[in-house]
């Protein structure tokens, strides 16, 4: 199975049952104010989202970007996220199915940021040059790259197999964790300045997904406990999910 009918089964079948649960909208809440804060993208920019699934994180972000293209690989995805975009009135969104992957995203215009939420690890180190090149060709001077992805180091990743069915279930063909400092340079191989890395998710976003039925009167308690553990700094690397932010100068 490749990776585009990996996610459109998923989107068919799976999805709703774990995205749309208190749990996952946690999650989905702190990467869009992460990313509003780490990039101060506002009304006045406009915003290139790769891999943007069903447009959850994007239409958190609608209200506060002038204007979202977003770009995925699953045509079921692309539908969803078009029907919901409409269904809540939001003018500002809009959708295409692209292989970002192959580095094929001319053709949308200048943009002054590119996000990359939970996309690059789908990716092979030679499609990661490739993206965050064409990426760059696709920003304004002065313009902020930024992607999150799960970390090569993750604590969590140690008790991976206790849980390998569903770990397996969840995890499409080419995905794998990234390592930071690879990242990084492979940014700045590609032409971004000063590329830093952040930490942006301790065991939240993979607990989402083993435990979708975690009740919501507990998800705030998990969210403080995930929130301190990131603020550690001997435990902040060993974090689940890193995010790098760099500029194209």
């Known amino acids: 199975m490749n990776e585009r ?41 406009r915003m290139l989202s790769l891999g943007c699934g069903d447009g959850s994180i ?99 990743g140690h008790f991976a197999g206790c849980v390998r069915a569903t770990y397996d279930r969840y995890h499409s063909p080419d995905e794998r964790e990234l390592d930071p400092d690879l990242l990084a340079a492979l940014a700045g191989q590609a032409g971004f300045t000063r590329p830093v890395i952040g930490y942006v998710d301790y065991f939240l976003g993979p607990l989402a997904w083993l435990a979708p039925a975690t009740p919501r009167w507990l998800v705030p308690a998990l969210g403080a406990l995930d929130g301190l553990a990131l603020k550690v700094p001997l435990m902040r690397c060993y974090a689940s999910s890193f995010s790098l932010l760099a500029r194209a100068y």
């Open 5 to 45: 009918d990996y996610h459109d089964r998923h989107y068919e079948a799976e999805a709703a049952a774990v995205q749309g649960t208190a749990l996952f909208e946690r999650v989905h809440d702190r990467a869009a104010r992460q990313f509003l804060r780490s990039t101060r993208t506002g009304r006045e920019h």
């Open 58 to 156: 994007e239409r958190r972000l609608a209200p506060h970007v002038g204007e979202i293209v977003g770009l995925d690989i699953s045509p079921v995805a692309i539908d969803q996220a078009r029907t919901r975009s409409e269904a809540a009135g939001l003018r500002n969104l809009s959708f295409a199915v692209s292989d970002a992957g192959s580095s094929r995203i001319d053709g949308f215009g200048r943009f002054d940021v590119v996000a990359a939420f939970a996309f690059l690890h789908h990716l092979s180190d030679a499609q990661i040059s490739g993206a965050l090149i064409a990426a760059r060709q696709a920003l304004r001077a002065g313009g902020a790259f930024y992607s999150t992805d799960p970390n090569r180091r993750r604590l969590v």
